[in-house]
């Protein structure tokens, strides 16, 4: 199973960005979907999660207020909208599914590739 993440680029500080999570197999649409990130030299941390449902979320506090998640099921695919971006908001985003809800990484079986935001200051 392959998840793919997508949407990032280069965004000023206080912009935007929508972020994608694609795959095959129905895996995005029957499994809990989170998505991590992960600076350079740091952990890869928990950003927010969507059940399969779309009914119940959750997101770490540095994002609330500013990200939210969503999902089409009949698209297979979820979404990371992005809002007043930080500076510190810029690592590689990557998008996993697993069968809970659940910030851990270690409950996700599957992952995705990553794609890089990257906010200027």
């Known amino acids: 199973v392959q998840l793919q993440a997508s949407g990032g680029g280069l965004v000023q500080a206080g912009g935007s960005l929508r972020l994608s999570c694609a795959a095959s197999e129905r895996t995005v649409s029957n499994h809990y979907v989170g998505w991590f990130r992960q600076a350079p030299g740091n952990e890869r941390d928990f950003v927010a999660l969507i059940s399969p449902s779309g009914v119940n979320t959750d997101f770490s506090d540095s994002v609330k207020g500013r990200f939210t998640i969503s999902r089409d099921n009949a698209r297979d695919t979820v979404y990371l909208q992005m809002n007043s971006l930080k500076a510190e908001d810029t690592a590689r985003y990557y998008c996993?599914?697993?069968?809970?809800?659940?910030?851990?990484?270690?409950?996700?079986?599957?992952w995705g590739q990553g794609t890089q935001v990257t906010v200027s200051s």
């Open positions: 996993a599914a697993g069968g809970r809800f659940s910030s851990a990484k270690w409950t996700y079986d599957y």
